[in-house]
């Protein structure tokens, strides 16, 4: 370690930010390769936003239903993702996610048992089989659990409560390091490294309601694209269909799948079973169409089709927002998940032992006796860091990226349970594909000190104004933008309006006062975080503007099929190559972001073969 | 592709679109621990009451008009990453999961750092120690596949098997448990040889982990000041995940440390017979005078850093435990 006035500096062969599921497995390869491994993370460990995972991690075991493969698990990844995935990716997901998930097991983590002593597995929305991996509603938990304790065992450092601020390249221009600030002293601190790993998670603070946790403001999508990298389809936004509605201020945390996925059902005000009504017709061939049917497959598959209360995510949240807009919805704006009358009480507390909690802590109310109101919540962001699919490195030298902020992998709408195994499968290969990287370069390199310097500058400045804007006043009018104006359903002078007033909100973004000490100062972290949530919306509203189409997380009023031409392209934004114009937090502007569709990858025959094969 | 038509033709409000914040029902007032390391004090904040809010959601709009600097750590608002710990009106808690309502109307609510860690700024404790003790619990070491795991792929365990150390492993590491426990609350010096409620739950997970083959029994005894424990089940109270550390953690260790008294053979026996036998923790219930009863915690001594206790509030250490 070295130290400078303004910093001090640490090297590293590999340094992975974030220490989510995609983080830490990451760490786990890089070391296991004999590199030198840092994790940075903003939070402590074993918090980020992974630990609130529920439902299940996604894998073709075949522990319950033996006729499930990869190849089933990858057509029903495309399907749910409407075509627009990187089908590298899928594949490569189908194939490996089963030895990740056995691998956590030889880790020390207990799933849930089949009668046979194998791993159980429950029923999703949009896979075929029962095929989520999990322990109660808790999977995240034991996921990080897992890792961490495999990564405290391994000697792996973890930089607690460290933000990265900012990427930093080498005189060449290959990402070589980033610049970053202690939480509890607010000092600064660089990391120099031959290659750097995005795993920093979503982008869901944008939104007012939210499943996610405050971690999730795009930093890793806004650092990859200000250092010259790719991301793509920005515009597809999972909004998962049941997140609490009541009271406000818990609006938006999230109700797992899991409880449709055991017998839960929707109903609006008049009792009804309304996702009858909206069975689309890609999936009418594999849905019930009585209650009826649909209640004999909880207990044998072949006994009848699937409920539609398991339709995609996509489907079922934009159901769900039909409901209410036609009046039959719930007091406080939701519709109603029953799983009361369905199971039994002891039954609904094993399987379900953390909703049973949250209802009865958080809204006083008993899920075992009584109905919940859900609604629409933002949950995940589908686009992503531009990778290639097979060492995850982005359009960037020297920058990998894996997990949530990679894009790609899930297409326009990703399945349930496809995200924990995305982050294992990837993680690794990220950790392999950067330790490759950095074994290939040798360590005379220097870091850019412009970029360092500019960083820390511009992170200072707030504090040297003696008055201005409010960064919590921002976020609420950024919040508000989002939700109102690129929510779940979007029409094209809404997405416009909102691009007026992100603007709007950067220019008040550089005018922001700081008040207080640099020590675990929260106003003076909202305001590092917002340069890259207004970023992060630009690109989704960009690119929502420019998709004309409804297709999974992109649903357009105006548009409101999907266009089969669209479908062959992402929507790629990058910073202009002309001048670039500077904005908040001394990054790039929002102004200066473009967009661009560009052909997808083509699927090779085979692969394509399986999508067409008979339900 | 999925719309239906009227979808298309008429454009009502987004149902997730947001709304207005319901009306304030009078007024919450706010006692909240500003403070370094230095020192510092309470200070009062006002705010508007609003239906169904947690103590942090009050918290979050301190920060969002008086008080932009005021430290407070949290992460999912949801009970799940245990990250919100503090000391509400004296009590180890949660903020994102103590609603308003349920503390006592028209009195002000008193929010402390969590009094067994050092302060780092306002409401956050620097809680490295626990980080450091995890270190050095001896890591998970399963066997080997038998013939037939390795054919499917995976290891076999019943549910029944996993289900002890299942308990455990829903821990939220919010250090509550910690944060409580007399042994380091109110001894500083007890921290370099005690593991602490919450890893003393760890250590058990692993013990009763159907794969795992180390004995930690000695280390536990040695360096982790099992024996400390005087088994007042102040950690199980506050625990938010209603893990019962002491009855169906702590309780089973120290019988084994006793009872097989480093014997590795009656220890392997023990692993490999409790399966048959009924679980640790029936036995050790049947146990007498193990209770907690017959153990009286010592006097709390002066607090760590100095933030005196609210009004009216007995220190849970010495709170006789009653209920479990
Ligand atoms: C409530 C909820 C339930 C879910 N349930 C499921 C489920 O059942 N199954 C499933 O498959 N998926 C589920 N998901 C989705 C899944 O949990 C996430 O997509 C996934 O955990 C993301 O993991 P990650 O490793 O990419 O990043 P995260 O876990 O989000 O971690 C991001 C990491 O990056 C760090 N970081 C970010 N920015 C910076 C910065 N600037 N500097 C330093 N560090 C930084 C953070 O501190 C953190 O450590 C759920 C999501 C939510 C919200
Ligand atoms: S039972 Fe009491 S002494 Fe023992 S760990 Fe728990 S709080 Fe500490
Ligand atoms: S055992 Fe309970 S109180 Fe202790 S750290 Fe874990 S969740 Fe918190
Ligand atoms: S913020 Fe996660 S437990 Fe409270």
Known sequence: MTTTDLYETHEYDVVIVGAGGAGLRAAIESRAKGLSTAVVTKSLLGKAHTVMAEGGVAAALGNVYEEDNWKTHFRDTMRGGKMLNNWRMAQLHAQESADRVR?????GALFDRTKDGLILQRDFGGHRYARLAHIGDRTGLELIRTLQQKAVADGIEVFMETKVLRLVQDTDGVVSGVVAYRRPTGEFVVFKAKSVILATGGVGKSWMYTSNSWEGTGDGHAMALWAGADLIDMECVQFHPTGMVWPLSVRGILVTEGVRGDGGVLRNSEGQRFMFDYIPPMFQAETADSEDEADRWYDDHTAGRRPPELLPRDEVARSINSEVKAGRGSPHGGVFLDIASRRSAEDIRRRLPSMYHQFKELAGVDITAEPMEVGPTCHYIMGGVRVEAD?????????????????????????????????????????????????????????????????????????????????????Q??????????????????????????EELEDRATRIAV??????????????????????????????????????????????KPDPEMGKVNFVERISSSEVEIGAGGNPSVRSITVTPEPIPQMPDELRALLEEAV | MSMSSEETTSRAPDATAPQARPESQGEVVMNLWRGDAEGGEFVEYVMPAQEGEVVLDVIHRVQATAAPDLACRWNCKAGKCGSCSAEINGKPSLMCMTRMDTLPVGEPVTVAPMRAFPIIRDLVTDVSYNYEV???????????????????GGYRMAQIDVERSQEMRKCIECFLCQDVCHVIRDHEENKTAYAGPRFFARSAELEMHPLDTIDRREILQQEQGLGKCNITKCCTEVCPEHIKITDNAII??????????????????????????????????????????AVQPPPPAAPAHGIPAPDGFAPVAAQPDSQD
């Not at chain 1, 691998?103 to 880790?107: H, S, V």
């Open chain 1, 103 to 107: 691998e956590l097991e030889e880790w």
């Open chain 1, 391 to 475: 060492t995850t490195q982005t359009t960037r030298a020297g920058l990998f990226a894996a997990g949530e902020v990679a894009g790609g992998m899930h297409g326009s709408n990703r399945l349930g349970g496809n995200s924990l195994s995305d982050l294992i499968v990837f993680g690794r290969r990220a950790g392999i594909g950067a330790s490759e990287y950095a074994e290939g370069r040798s360590g005379n390199f220097t870091l850019d000190e412009g970029q360092i310097t500019g960083a820390i500058e511009a992170a200072l400045a707030p504090f040297a104004r003696e008055s201005g804007e409010n960064p919590y006043e921002i976020h």
């Open chain 1, 477 to 502: 009018d950024l919040q508000a933008t989002m939700q109102s104006l690129v929510g779940i359903i979007r029409t094209g002078p809404e997405l416009e309006e909102a691009l007026v007033k992100i």
């Open chain 1, 515 to 560: 008040k207080g000490g640099q020590q675990y100062n929260p106003g003076w972290n909202l305001t590092t975080d917002l340069p890259a949530m207004l970023t992060v919306s630009k690109c989704t509203a960009l690119g929502a503007l420019e998709r004309k189409e409804s297709r999974g997380g992109q649903t357009r009023d105006d548009y409101p």
């Open chain 2, 134 to 152: 995890a270190k050095r619990i001896p890591a998970f070491t399963p066997r080997p596949k038998t013939n037939d795991e390795m054919k499917v």
């Open chain 2, 252 to 293: 089973p260790l120290k019988e084994r440390v006793v009872d097989a008294s480093y014997d590795p053979i009656a220890w392997l026996g023990r692993k490999i017979r409790r399966r048959v036998k009924g679980t640790v923790a029936e036995a050790a219930a049947a146990a007498p005078a193990q209770g907690p009863a």
